[in-house]
Structure formats: C-alpha cells, structure tokens
C-alpha cells in the first residue's frame, strides 16, 4: 500500500502493542474554523543545490513560511520553529492550504489562544513541486532533504526571522536545536528518520507520523524493525544527545494503512531500553483515522504543546528576573507570585526579608549543596512559567478545610507541566517537618521531571509532624486525580518522590494509601523514590522503591536506608539502594557531586512499572 494513499485496506493489528498507545485529545471544533487572528504564509524561493542525485548542480527549490499573528511587534520576543514535511502527493504550499487551510486555522488558533510557545512552522519540498511517479522514486529525495535544510533553508529562514538562533554556522544551529522540531506525514515521516539519522546534531524533537524509516531499505522499520532500532539507536548512542536530548513523537490513525509499518518500528525501538524510553519515545494514535492528510491536525494539537510548552521564556528581555543580589523579599512579593509567594522560599522560617538570594542557604539548615545562583535560576524559570500564562500554583483545600483548620492555608501543589496525557510525580521536599525546602529539593526536581515529559508537582505541606503532612499529600493525590481532564495528565501509574521528611511522606502513602489518611481511596503509587532517610517502617504492600543517600550522611541512616531495601526485596518487591561516595544530607538533585543525574536513573525505575499506556 503506498503510504501516501488511503484506501480500504484496513491495518494488521493481530499483534498486541497497546502497551506502547497513547490516545490523542481531540482539536475543539472552533479550531477548524477561520480565528479572529490569523498568522501570515510568506512564500521563500532559495537556491540550494542537487543533494540528491549528487550532481553538486544549483537549483532552486520553493518553501512556506507560517508566521504567527503580530509577529514582529515585539523585537525582543524569539520563536521556536517546526519544520513539516509533506507527503508524496503534496507539496510545499499543500501543508498551509489542503483542507481549506486546516493546519493554518489550527496554528492561529492555538497560537491565539496560547496553547504553545510562539511557533514559526516551515513547510519544506523534497520534491521541488512535482511529485516523482512512485512514492519509492521519491526515497533519495526524502534522505537528501535534512542536509538541504541543515546548508541551505535553515540559515536563510533563522536568520531572517527571530528565532533562537544566535548565529546560523554548525554551531549556533546545535545551541539552538532545543527550540528546533522536524516532523511530516508519510513520506514526510520518512524524511523525518532521515532527519534522525544525518541531522540529530540540529533538531531535538522529531514527529514521524504513518511511515516507518527507510534507512536499511524501502519499508525496513516494518520488514526488519530490529534491525533499523538499533541502527538508530547505534547513532544516538553515539552522540551527545541520548537520555533527554532527543524526543521521538510518533502517531499514527487506528484506520491508517500505515499504522502497522509504524507501530512495529517504535515497539522494536522501546526493547532498546539504555536508549529508547519513555522520556524520548512515544506513541499516539487518533482513533478512526485513515491515512491522509486532515488528521494531521490533531497530531500536532496534541505534540506542539508538548515540543514547545507555553512556559518556555521566549522573550529576550526579562520579565522580572531576580538574582543573587536579590532579597527575600523580591520573591515573596514578586507579581509572578501573587498569593504564593511566601512559599516559594521556606515560609516556616523566621528570617529578615532583606536577606540577599546569596545567602539562601541559610535558610535551610537541614540541607547542603544550596547556592543562590541554583535558587534564582530556579525562581526565574517559575518567573518565566507564570509569564507565559501557566497556572503555577493550585489549592488542594477548599475555603471551608481552611477556615476549620487555617493551617491548612499553607499548603497547595506547585505544577510543572509535561505532556498532556503523561502520568504525574509528586515531589515531597523535605525540612524535618519544620520546613517546606522545596527551592532546594522540589522545585528543580519537579521542573527536571517535566522536561522529560512527565508532569510534576511540587507539594506545598503542613509542617508539625509526619501524620499532618500525609494527610496533605493524600489530599494532593485525591485533588490531582479528580482534576485530572483539566491539569491533563493519567491518573494511572503515578510516582511518588521525596528527600528526608519528603522520603518519609512518599513511602508512608505507599504503604498505606491515601486511605490511611483521609478515608478516601485511590490506586497507590506505581513507585516511591526516596532520598536520604531513616524511615524503616514497610508492608506487604509496599510499591516498588528505589531508594538513595550519600555515604557522609550525619542525619540518615545509609544503613537503616539498605535493610529496609532487603526486607522489600524479601518479600519480592521491586527495590534497589544507591550510595553516592563523599555526599551529605539533603543534596537535592546533587549538582556538581557524585550523584548528579539520578533523577534520570530514577525515572528509569519509575519507567519499568508503568503500564506504557500512559
């Protein structure tokens, strides 16, 4: 079946991978209909040269450029930028203008109504506005085209609008690759692994949607889907971007004639677990949709929120950052803040609001490794979060919990976003219960788990005691649970993290569920990860745990830490223990120590026990 042609073949799905499926949320209606704003579609004629064939002869090749309402208005703002490759049958100016400019209506919508960052989308032609005979024929043209992008089309377009670019050599276009995505249907999806293949260098995130990659052969990724997974797992492995630095979104309709030739490849890609997991590779489908081009929209409604989140800083100036000179009480007051500020920084604590950011250290006498240039690149990364127009902070407590308990008035969950649909972790700082140390040990936990596509929260507790601060945190799982649809994220599989005190909140829900607190039950966690604590109390229905410390902890015990390990493992819970030499209490993500990096480790714990239909 050419996989640019739609027809009544349905697709083989004898196979189970559902384990791998995530659905996508439907477009709302009013995005398929002209926005009261509407973007520009620019034309850019350039000369390029023959890549394909190798002849080295100049040629000039057409590509469309979708500019967001007003841009320009503003000299300081920069853009992300897609590059969307079309299918065989199309060509360049297809993507803005098939379906009565779908995709078009689309961006001004979402663009409108702030559901990404600011977006340019370039859609580019591997073949010069006319079709070759056979989709196969069109093959050296799809390889030949992210080199054409990397020499020719990306300087041109990113140096003539503002984008993240600082300069458009080799180099400037790697610093920028973060604010870069390549994505196509069909033979687009082809072209996007080429992309992949010669150019992981330029683009982080990459869209194959409906085919599979061609790099061993014609229909290779469905024909030999090992064989092309390690292939492109050998050139990650080999560059500087695995774990995180690479995103593979892929989709495809339950109808599409190449939903099979796609969903094998990306299943033999997830058995590649040291390079594929769930923090780089995905897949969506859209129910009932076949192979052409109208479903494409949703793909994108679903993934550009994802690639480019509207809490990205794209403004060039600063929308009120601190730093270290900063007091105190620039934090608590801060607009960005209005109504949380004061838990931002430890708000137990007595402290002298004219106290420098420097000097923040002091302010959490439990833990180590603090400095004022990580706290204020963590306030001014929330700072950008609330500039954009994402919801920071939320009430776990309704006015009535509050008024009978006031001390109920200093909690909440700060929300880091991930990708919609994706389960959520709730991070638990600790402070020996006499402290929230959350500039240290949630906010910058949270905001790492985000970026590797999870959605994070950062819990905001009642300090006095352990029993208080679970009935919190259950009351944050029942909230984010029953608020799934609007905060969009699983409710299945969620983790639980904590340092200290926090270690203690997490593995003590795990134990006992949010019944054991508030008399409301949910499924408990699908792993707790703890860090740094003394906490010896387990049962038989403890989720799996991975647990960790330093081995020059004066506060916890490392081996009180490790029996408790061993008596899960007796009982054939899932557990592992880590020491990290030369660390003490409280280091947070450990930046700079033995431990740097064990988020990730972490997450791929987490990653073993979930269902991966999240």
């Known amino acids: 079946m050419p996989p640019d042609q739609d027809g009544t073949e349905k697709p083989d799905t004898s196979q189970d991978y559902t384990d791998l499926i995530s659905k996508t949320a439907s477009v709302p209606v009013i995005y398929g209909q ?13 000369n390029t040269r023959d890549y394909a064939e190798g002849t080295g ?27 969307l490759v079309h299918g065989h049958y199309a060509t360049a100016a297809t993507t803005f203008e098939a379906e009565d400019g779908l995709v078009r209506k689309l961006l001004d919508h979402m663009t409108g109504n702030g559901d990404m960052a600011p977006t340019i989308v370039v859609s580019p032609s591997y ?59 069909s033979m687009g999806a082809v072209t996007t692994c080429y992309a992949l293949e010669h ?42 971007y695995a774990d995180t630095g690479f995103y593979i979104w892929a989709a495809s309709g339950t109808e599409d004639s190449a939903y099979r030739e796609t969903l094998v490849q990306i299943e033999a890609m997830s058995q590649l677990t040291d390079v594929f997991r769930l923090s780089n590779l995905t897949f969506h489908e859209k129910d009932g949709a076949r192979h052409e081009f109208r479903p494409m929209a949703e793909y994108l409604y679903n993934a550009l929120p994802f690639f480019f989140p509207n809490g990205q800083n794209g403004n060039m100036d600063t929308y009120g950052h601190l730093t270290i000179s900063n007091t105190v009480k620039d ?34 006498p439990y833990h180590n490794y603090v400095t004022g240039e990580e706290a204020v690149e963590t306030i001014n990364t929330m700072i950008d979060h609330v500039h954009a127009g994402n919801r920071l902070f939320y009430d776990i407590y309704s006015d009535s919990d509050k008024q009978a308990d006031p001390r109920k008035n200093n909690t909440g969950l700060f ?26 040990e949630g906010f910058p936990l949270a905001i790492a788990l985000s970026k590797m596509g999870y959605n994070a929260f950062s819990i905001q507790y009642r300090t006095g005691g352990a029993q208080v601060a679970c009935e919190d945190l259950a009351q944050a799982i029942d909230f984010i649970i029953r608020h799934a649809d609007e905060l969009q994220v699983a409710t299945g599989d969620y983790s639980l993290w904590g340092g200290s005190a926090g270690a203690r909140m997490a593995a003590y829900l795990g134990s006992y569920g949010t019944q054991g607190f508030i008399g409301i039950e949910h499924a408990r966690p699908a792993a707790v990860i703890m860090g740094y604590t003394s906490h010896s109390d387990y049962t038989a229905d403890d989720p799996p745990t991975y647990a960790l410390i330093g081995d020059n902890d004066a506060i916890a015990s490392a081996s009180v830490m490790q029996q408790r390990v061993n008596n899960l493992q007796a009982l054939g819970i899932d557990a592992e223990f880590h020491l990290y030499p030369n660390l003490r209490h409280g280091f947070g993500l450990g930046t700079g120590t033995s431990a740097e990096g064990w988020e990730k480790e972490a997450v791929r714990f987490w990653e073993r026990h979930i269902s991966r239909k999240n």
Request: with cysteine; net charge negative; glycine share 8%.
């Open 199 to 240: 150019t992981l260098a330029y683009f982080k995130y990459f869209m194959p949607v409906s085919a599979d990659c061609w790099s061993l052969g014609a229909f290779a990724g469905m024909n030999r889907p090992m064989e092309t997974a390690e292939y492109l797992a050998d050139i990650v492995r080999q560059s500087p």
């Open 127 to 185: 073949n010069y506005g006319e079709p070759t005979p056979d989709y196969v024929d069109a093959d050296p043209y799809c390889e030949a085209l992210p080199q054409e992008l990397v020499n020719d089309l990306i300087p041109l377009v990113e140096s003539r609008y503002r984008t993240y670019a600082e300069s458009t050599d080799a180099a400037g276009l790697e610093a920028s690759r973060e604010h870069r995505a390549i994505g196509g249907f």
């Open 415 to 440: 929300f880091f976003r991930g990708e919609p649909g994706r389960p959520f972790a709730i991070v638990c700082p600790g402070g020996g219960f006499s402290y929230v140390g959350a500039i240290h």
């Open 34 to 46: 002209e926005a009261e704003h509407r973007g520009e579609v620019v034309r850019i004629d350039y």
């Open 57 to 83: 002869r100049t040629r000039t090749n057409t590509a469309y450029v979708y500019l967001p309402y007003r841009y320009g208005e503003n000299i300081n703002q920069r853009y992300n930028v897609l590059y």
């Open 331 to 364: 934090v608590v007051e801060h607009e960005a803040f209005n109504g949380f500020g004061l838990f931002i920084l430890p708000a137990e604590r007595i402290y002298d609001g004219g106290m420098r950011l420097a000097d923040v250290a002091r302010l959490l």
